[in-house]
């Protein structure tokens, strides 16, 4: 699918969404996930082809595994926490909100210790 198509996708549902808002309110956060949900299905087929291009782009510059790992990690916590952080803010939930995006960054510096450690090593040989 390409993004005209998401696009057009997203204003239909956005004006649909404003209509069940005003007649059936409860179904509006409802119907709002079922959009997103579909959006991201619809761009699912991409990733591997993402995955597949960091991947040779990590062998052929000799990453290790490891971080080509770390970094898929990241990008997926940054789109994850964004989404469950878009979804909360819909619902009117914007300390939840910002709880979520706060937790993805926590994750996000959780994950990137062994890339930090691998620098100081670096730095440490560099020095030495």
Partial sequence: MDIFQIVIWGITASVILLVIRRERPELALAFSLVAGVSILLAVLPSLTTVISAFSDIASESGVGPLYFGIILKVVAISYIADL?????????????ASRIEMAGKILILVCSIPIIQGIV????????
């Fill in 121 to 128: 090593e670096l730095i440490r040989t560099l020095l030495a």
């Fill in 84 to 96: 469950g952080a878009s979804i909360c803010r819909d619902a009117d939930e914007n300390l939840i």
